[in-house]
């Protein structure tokens, strides 16, 4: 029987360029570690099932039983995954708002759910001095504000939770892009061994995301204006076509074309732009709701956490007009059909379209 | 150990081949000793570099065998006795120095031994070094025994003076490392004076004498060194070294030197055959004693010669016998050309036995092939067990280094490299130094080839280059290929695995030790002082922080490039324990955290950090710590992905 | 001097680099030459050094003679064993159905082996086939012994003990007891605990 371990996973993912750095594979074993955006085997394993493969988001992925896992249903092919309620939100934290990407909604509800006690510590991504992103557990509300913002790179969160002490009991929130959200679906599946129980992770929130951008941004935009001071990047929604760069005292902008060379080649196979399998997925509120997220509930557990704050008024909601609904589906109804293009591209043809568990009905939906 | 220094003639110790060379350098009266480290010559230098100050006499450990032949030069030219003793590839370092030192001759005895490796057990290449006595001609002495050791040497010293040339006395590790009975003989009482007479004449400028009286024409000195040399002849045929054991009319004549004598005798009388073979021990290889292999040599119709490693003594026992007059019968030369003799590694008394027995058409059965049922049991056995292969000591900061140079060029990506050099640093080449050493050749030519492919940025070479070196290779030979690399903005790192000692060899001191051959301190010659003054950029770490030596080695990959240094320094652990008497650390397995073979371990320990005080319970599933072996130096528990590994301070 | 059972006797001291083979095969030979005999040792130290194989030939003679410092195939009358595997390793070069061996039977696994790449031999197995390919075997606990006494390195005089006990060299115990006083005077008292304990095993 052919292995499936570290070996594997370079051959299958890494040097197809399938690799969205989302770290499910690195921070447990002494075998694989993440430098200057690759993942690097350090020494040689010779295993012939590891965990690395396991886990990974683009490897054979069995859409039916993270359903089952996480919603107790089968895969429903719904263009946004299951979704209980979809509406707008946003943080009544002043000093949240201020440090927010949007809403402010992520770091609302993790700050809450600290507070009160719900979790120990919420997986986040925090910047380094370098301005490299990593996997961090923030547990107070400081922490958090630290890591709030969106920094538009790949960040191998799960590292912070794949090297916790095996005996760790501490309840756990988690923030990431829907490759991250994949992997650890995967793992509450199959719960990995001689590792701190994953069942511990209580709350997993989901970010929208299209794709993610390579670290040689920043020194792009460095040579255009100084990014020294920047406090926060956007991509402000369709009309706009700008990338934008936010200091206390002004805002420059390029045109997002010229960012199109760093757009991570990985994230052109991804399927998932609403991260389907979490308990509550946000986004932006898109241009029309500014400061606002777009907020999806998928599970009893996203519903209560969110009712509970709502009802502490740490945020308040709104209905998502109908027209935005629409066009949130349609844009991740894109985002399959040219994944599954690219996919098959790569492939050569139909029957082989790599990690994708999905029913021949489905593809065919979407080649239409 | 022994007692090379005692005054009692007639009486007998039990010396190493190295030791009685030294004690017959002292029965000589020799007042100047130099070498540097070099398996198998380094005990010659051990053993007298103690007794120097009381017996009156200099010894040093020179930075390196050029240096060292140098300074016993000039203690030659000054009335002074010197030897000068290296291994084989010490005479290659030294060679320009000798070819010239041919061209002047010598004053007082001078005395070159060198000690060969024939079999390369304990060297980067497998040399005979005896072939530069020709080249040169050099009078080339070869003792058989311990005895001989002592009296060659003596003797060396008195041939030297009366030719007025350097002699060259070869041993080999067999013969070096064995010990044997020796009787000694008188220790001489002379003074010493000093002073080197080829001065200045004011009256006469143009007749004063240049180093032993020679003017400077290569040509005419090609010319005296020619009729120097043919005294030599006939002062060796006489020599008493020389001898022959057997009948008058030999069948077989053997023909041998050096411990090849001892092979060749032991071997006739295993097999029965001393009134069939004779043995024609040759003390004198060249020049080539031709009066008294020509007595023998006529008696006899068949002629095998046994030597190691090249075929030396054959070559020139041929040319000889192409020169005998046409009505003589040509004896059948055996030997390397014919194949009965191995043309390559060590001679020993079973291959021998077998050279021989094949040339006299007779099988031999040893004890053991003659029980056919002892045999095949004790084959049997012998392929299941499991070989030895070299590592680091347990507690060896170079396994470190390793570590850190293979982490940060994995994480590099570019598939680096590292250039490697001689010593332990050597054994980055196996499984001990994570397999990283990529290329070996000689004394410092880790630094130098990485200086060349530094330069090849311009043809689209990218792959980082990691020169390393020991601390004694550096002072030996390093320096001149690092200024040449920071000159000429060679793109590399010369990392230097500082372990405090020229540890391969014995741990000899070196100058940056800060102690001399004899026990006397001296101010120790700082390496990073050293680099920075030929304006590098030098990093220090201590290579047990694996941690930040990795970060080191990446922020020095990821530079803007040209010649950087990296000094990667920890005390040898034998050097630590043997001062220290004592472990760091209590070393444990905690049974319960170690997931050995299991996802997330595979057993990293033990299958590839290799120390061997980490072994693998194969029964229980666990690494577990051989306290016999294990130095306590707590290095593994950083290794452990899972903290299994427990460290206590003792 | 007594007369030796055969001329010369051949003996192999076979061990692991860093047990104290060289030093043990020095206090042999030099206990014998006090004694008046003729004594050849080959030590193969060198790169071996370390946790390399290590292997003492050493010859005795009644009379100086010029033999080889190196056994022969199947040449050896005598083996000690610092190792059993070592001890397995120079039987099967230089064992003979007449050969005397004395082994430690305390494991020390080469790199290979502790890597699993390669199998140490079931000591218990080992320790059979030694004594099936000796004429007279002797098995010894020493470095159970020697950590007993306070150090792994003392089962190399513990060792020695127990091959002057043997009786199958001519080795008198004074002898070796002068040479122990006069090259290691610090340790002499704890060496002499250890040569007696050797001597103790084989029934002396």
Redesign the interface.
Known sequence: MEGK?SKELFKDVIDKGLCTLCGGCFG????L?F??E?I????????S????YQYCPRTSTDLNAINQQVFGVPYGEDEIGIAKKVFLARSTDKEIQQKAQDGGVVTSLLSFALTEGMIDGAVETKLDDEKVPHGFIARNREELLECAGVSYEPSPVLEAINHL??ESTEKLGFVGLPCHVASLSKMKVSPP???ANIENVKLTIGLFCGWTLSHGFHQFLHNRFDISKAIKFDIPHHPAHSFDVYTKSETQSVDLDELSPFINKACSYCFDMTAEFSDISVGSGRTMFKGWNTVIIRTKAGAEILEIAKGRHAIETQHIPADSLTNLKRASLNKKKKALQNIISMTGGIDDVLYLGISQNLINTLLE | MSNIEIDAPGTTQFLLGNEAIARGALEAGIGFATAYPGTPSSEIMATLAPIAKKMGFYAEWSINEMVAFEAASAASLSNIRALSSMKANGVNVIADFLVNLQMTGVGKGLVLVVCDDPGGMTSSNEQDTRPIAKWLNIPLLEPSTAQECKDMTKWAFDLSEELGMVCMVRSVIYLSHTRGNVRLDQLPKKKKEAYFADIYDLDNPRQSRFTCGMQFHPYKQSEELLKKFSKASEKCESSPFNCYEGPDKAELLIITSGICWTYSVEAVKILNLQDKVGVLKLGVTWPLPEGFVKKYLERSQKILFVEEIAPFVERSVMEFVANLPPDRTRPTLYGKRSGHVRAWGEQNLDLVIQSIASVMGITYQSRQSRSVEYSQKVREISQTLPNRPLTFCPGCPHRASFWAIKNALQLDGRNGFVTGDIGCTAMGMISPGSFQVRTYYAMGGGVGIAGGFGHLGQFGFTQPVIAVCGDSTFFHASIPGLINGIWNQSNFILAILDNDATAMTGFQPHPGTGVKATGELGEKVSIEALCRSLGVNVEVCNPFDIKKTTATLLKLMAGVGGTQVVIMRRECELVRARRDRKKLYQMYVEPNRCIGEACGCNRLCARIFSCPGLVWDREAGKAKIDDAVCAGCGLCADICPQGAIIREAV | MKDLTKDPITLIIAGVGGQGNVLMSFLIGSALVSQGYFVSIFDNYGASQRLGAVASHIKISKEASNNSPLLHEGDADIIVGLEPVELLRNLGRFGNPDVMTITNTRAIYPIGVISGEAEYPDLDRALEIIGKLSAKSWIIHATEEALKLGNPIFANVILLGALIGSCTLPLDKSSMEAVLKEQLPNVFEMNMVALNRGLELVGQ
Do not use: S
């Open positions: 371990a447990f074993c002494p075998y570690a430098h200057t690759r690097v085997r350090l020494h040689q394993c010779t295993l099932e590891g965990q690395c002490p095996k061994a001689n590792r």
